[in-house]
């Protein structure tokens, strides 16, 4: 990045290093008494003179084809009010996943420069996949506010590493300790919007209510967002503010609030095929994509609507209909946001940007959809009838839905292919607004100029007036990879070349390398929701013109190879640089907490203690197809106890030990498809040792298991379990002493209406897990798990 002279912006701060030196109080005449001293105050840090506010609005999993300011058919009337009063950016680029395109965003840098070249679960020990943002990386938050600003992040962090997301940290790469002053949200891919896993500041916290009341996620986000922002305007009126609001929505589970259901019914019937040829005969019409655009071919992969039976077509219609309602809300919330920055007298000199999406519509939910996310990121695909089973209570509490991959390319209309395919723009295209009324005045426009998520921390640096730092904090930084945005706000500008000329992408082995109007793509062989593909040997490139051929769709590659070699050669140049390889196809295998580093590695016996809950999955003991026992020594009272031991999990998958009707129960939780319980007699009052010792047939993820019950010393009971949750039970946690977040086992989610997170009503003195020796994780185990789900 260097520096720019737009007149348009303050000049920039030339502070090369941050913070800068402590103030050493030049002006201050210090005498034997006060009254005889003169007093020199270290200055206020202020923002320059006229510095906006900024709000930032990533939403998650939004393809190109969805928003009504798109061309789409789901309503967003705030985007499009907006894109009214600012610019609408229709080649603006993510990374095709979410981690990779926060991190990217947050810091300037692409994504593999800042260790994120995959999501925080799937991180592996390389310089481009570790998933620790190196602090030569200061976020865009840490420079505003060695500036002078206030910034505060509602919502969805997909980027403090997954080993670290416990009570013992390490917190340095939390919000907190990268820039910003407030938290407000949860730490993951994705999070129940009805029982999330929030997280304020690092400290784990309740919902304020119930579903039943009105809460959901999204909804709470907002209503925090606004508080914060007439909070610190309340207070210090001229201090400028950053809020990040990174919704979780609309990455699955889809689950609108109940009071939204239902407003989107009958209006996706015509199917996925006709709906992506309608949202690009909008987008032709309205300007949104060039003349002369073509539609791309649907994959063979991805079945036509008409291949399905009408009753088929009627959960994939409800699919559309819940998601549609989750996003439309989505925007209502962000139109909350808008409507008290008016209110407070702040919008006309507020950054706004609206990002629709981190990457193009998931294609994770299997060719039917799925009751059950978490399920199909463990690489287990439900059947038809499992799916179907959950029609009418699609989207609601007690499921975690996503719909069907034919939805995913429909809503990435024009493009190709979806999320996780950095290969092909239904990947890595989304929208984008900017809106400034205090400097924007060529509203209402589209921006055409080629632009990646890297270029947002630049464009907010020209604005604000901040150079480039050399060192933060000690650390020296690395060259910002970005390049302002900021040139396009102006009518002078409007059709100016790009100021990116060449931007690489590469997701799970699919890539591609961008450069002067054209781009090489090459879709590697596993497909989003697949558990397995085809060598990175049998790859085959293509070639687009992309400043004639907007959306991908005419090769070129055997008319034009020589252009095609030289935009290969410049992917494994920028590969080099940008610490790309090694390529990683690999998906579910990943998911296995033991191959990062962790608190509990090389432990056999862990002791917990009651009052220890919300330890995140991926910073708890592996439980999960691995040899183990739980020893829990407790009390019972008179009259007998009941209430949850300890947990992991939650609604998606889990197990549970816990008193019920007096009696010792564990039950696990196979996705909510298979359940399965062991139960003693009654429990007399005094002390009681209880062990379950739970055995799989082999070290192989998914296979069968025999789980026993032993109350003091004695068996009472057994059970076989068909099979098991392979890698991760979701995004909850283990909990001693109460079940937090959402219910292991249905028969006991009453009772935590009634009585709170279902706590134990007798003593707990601790909680003993002992390990066993955990499977060998390779391809081949899952390739033939597969095989058995099949």
Known sequence: MTASNDPHFPVHLNRNHLPEPEWEYPNAQIEIFATDSTPDFPPEKKAPPGAPNILLVLLDDVGFGWPSVNGGLVRMPTAERLADNGLFYNQFHTTALCSPTRAAMLTGRNHHSVATGVIQELATGYPGYSGIIPKGCATFAELLKQAGYTSGWFGKNHNVPDNQTSAAGPFDNWPTYQGFDYFYGFVGGETDQFYPSLVRNTTPV?????????????????????????????????????????????????????????????????????????????????????????????????????????????LFARQAEVYADFLEHTDYEVGRLVDALTAMGELENTLVIYILGDNGSSAEGSLVGTPNEIMNLNGILPTEEESMAYMDRWGMPGTSPHYAVGWAWAGDSPFQWTK????HFGGTRNSMIISWPKTIKDTGKVRSQFHHVIDLMPTLMEVVGIAEPKVVNGHIQKPIEGVSMAYTFFEENAGAPSKRTQQYFEMLGNRALYHDGWIASCRHGRLPW???????????????????????????????????????????????????????????????VTLRPSFFAGRDTITLYPGMIRLPEGSA???????????????????GAEGVIVCLGGEAAGWSLFAWEGK???????????????????????????RVEFRPDSPAPAVPATATLFVDGAQVDEVRIKRQVPMRCGTESLDVGMDCVSAVCEDYADRRAEKGLFPFTGEIESVTVHLGDGPEVTGLDLLRMSVKMD
């Not at 996780?420 to 290969?423: G, L």
């Not at 697949?530 to 590659?557: C, K, M, R």
């Not at 003991?621 to 009259?639: D, L, N, Q």
């Open 664 to 690: 010792a129960r564990y039950h696990y939780n196979f996705f909510g498809l298979e359940r399965y319980d062991l139960l003693s007699e009654r429990l007399g009052p005094g002390d009681h040792v209880l």
């Open 420 to 423: 996780q395919v950095a290969s």
């Open 206 to 314: 309740e919902p304020p209510y119930t579903p039943e009341e009105g809460y959901q996620l999204t909804r709470d986000l907002a209503e925090e967002c606004i508080k914060w922002m007439r909070e610190q305007k309340a207070i210090a009126p001229e201090r400028p503010f950053l809020a990040y609001f990174s919704t979780g929505a609309a990455h699955a589970p889809h689950q609108p609030p109940l009071d939204w259901r239902g407003r989107n019914d009958g209006r996706f019937a015509m199917g996925w095929d006709e709906y992506r040829r309608i949202a690009w005969e909008n987008q032709l019409a309205r300007g949104i994509v060039p003349p002369g655009t073509l539609l791309t071919e649907r994959p063979e992969q991805i079945p036509a609507w008409d291949d399905h039976s009408d009753e088929q077509k009627a």
């Open 530 to 592: 697949e558990n397995v593909g085809t060598p990175f040997s049998e790859d085959v490139w293509e070639l687009y013109h992309i400043a004639e051929d907007f959306s991908q769709a005419v090769d070129l590659a055997e008319q034009e190879p020589e252009k095609l070699l030289d935009l290969r050669l410049r992917f494994i140049g920028d590969a080099e640089k940008y610490h790309v390889l090694p390529l990683d196809d690999r998906m579910a295998e990943r998911f296995d």
């Open 621 to 639: 003991p592996k439980t999960v197809s691995i040899e183990h026992s739980i020893t829990a020594r407790i009390s019972v009272p008179e009259g």
